[in-house]
């Protein structure tokens, strides 16, 4: 049996690039911004120092006007990637640092629960509370960007108008959206993809999709990346469950830090109430049992079962009823057969346990769907995500992510994606200590 913790020391090392960390080499060879968060806790088992640089390194990219970009483009040398910063353009918006580069959209907003987390680990360590306390407005700037730019009726729900915003990128939820995109020849950019020379192509989102990516990349571009001509246009308009669940996990998080430093949090609770009660009231679905994203443009629920409504849990949102009803689901999974959790509702056709986003099991959920089952004491249910993880990365090594059939595992010695791959070290090290 491979030692699980060595190996996790091993890929964290092995992607550190001298102030952050790649997710994984050739295929993400930048700093990711969500990665980074997970990431961060994971460096703080063996080096606290790597954990606070790597979120000083992610802030040095904010734009003037909060955001946090998705992509940190710290070389300029490095040419496996696309959409690379040259692409991205991101000098467009006055407001985005020349220095580094950066992508000009942004990511699950997970900081401020990180921030939590290495508090609740270190509590006492002087060095981590001057950094906390130092990076603290950063991260608050960053939700006021989300509640200004990505909020404009005033709801407390924040969109997104690109599927990489979600952080899953092709998942089905986003398939009725992309559709609305009709494009002509002439309509886009030549354009050479990377991802598929160097994973699988059938473990990779399609050419339809990325056709569409970048449609919408450049629809971004046109309006410097933060202007209201995004909301008026963008055909793909979605009040994201995870992308909701973060900035709500965060912005509590946020409250608990400024309270025990005796910080004005009076912005920050009035955020967290207002978005709390309108994701319980906009987002659940009775007949699906389970919180929906929210199609802006079509005016309607995402009528889907996927993972991010099950994070709702990690925040907290679901009553007590609900809860029950998340926690049944992933039991029933468990019975059938599956690696809780998969991506995307096994029951529907659009179902595929290898492809991306549409079916595998992602390390990162679990470890989010792993704390919020136990708030709300489903231990049982938490020991079997945390038990499932640690299985599959002991079979098949630190993937990006894996297959969700069991009898599929049986016969693979591999996972999918990108290999040595930094946030499945991170989260799957972080709950083998956990108990500890
Ligand atoms: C990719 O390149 O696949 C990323 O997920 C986009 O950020």
Redesign the pocket.
Known sequence: MINLIGDAERVLKLNWRNGFTIPTSKL?PFQ?NWDSGFISIGHSYFQLDYAIQELESLFSSQWENGMVP??VFHSENEKT?FPNYDFWESNVNAGAPQRPKS?GITQPAVHGFVLENLLEKFPDNEKLIAFVKAIFPKVVKYHRFLYTYRDPEREGLMFIFHP?ESGR?NSPLWDASLDRIVLNEEDLPKYERR?TSLAPSDE??TSYQYDRYVYLLQLGKKYNYDGEGIFEESPFLIQDTLMNVALIKSNQSLINIGKRFGMDVGELEEWQQQSMSRFKEKLWDSSLQTFAAYDLRGGHLVPHKEIGGLAALYAEIPTDEQAEQLNNYLQSLHTRGYYICPSFDVDSPLFDSKRYWRGPVWPQMNWMIYYGLKKYGFEDTARIVKSDLIELATKLGYYEYFESQKSLVENLSAGYGGSDFSWTAACTLDLIKEDS
């Open positions: 993400y990711w998705h992509i990637y992508s990489w990128d991802d990779r989102p």
